[in-house]
């Protein structure tokens, strides 16, 4: 492989690494904006059903727990793609892929090379 095609290799894996990290932050932008709308509507839904008297209390607590469960759940989601996007070594995962999975894998890039050359 020559030098310029390894520059342009180098330069296409960076630009897509950049852009996965502006996704990352676009989505913990969305997550953001998402868990403070929802903290606002539950509170005014609270009130709302304070005010009511023909609410039973275990329909409260079912609405308490789904509004606080959207961001535990997304916190979460968010957890993994950051560590995703940052390249965090927590575990190996090429270790957990099948060598049969592998060597496919393997085989089909070499073919492909092999077809374009």
């Not at 409260?60 to 950051?82: D, F, R, T, Y």
């Not at 070594?89 to 090379?113: G, H, S, V």
């Amino acid at each position: 492989m020559s030098t310029g095609t390894t520059i342009t290799q180098d330069l296409i894996a960076a630009r897509k690494r950049v852009a996965r990290i502006k996704d990352f932050y676009q989505h913990l932008k969305l997550f953001s904006i998402t868990t403070i709308m929802v903290f606002i509507i539950k509170a005014d839904i609270f009130k709302w059903f304070l005010n009511s008297a023909a609410i039973e209390p275990g329909f409260k607590e079912w609405i308490a727990w789904n509004m606080l469960s959207i961001p535990i759940i997304w916190s979460v989601i968010l957890l993994i793609h950051g560590l995703v996007v940052f390249k965090v070594k927590i575990i190996n995962w090429k270790k957990l892929k099948p060598k049969a999975l592998r060597d496919w894998e393997q085989a089909k890039i070499n073919q492909i090379l092999q077809d374009e050359l």
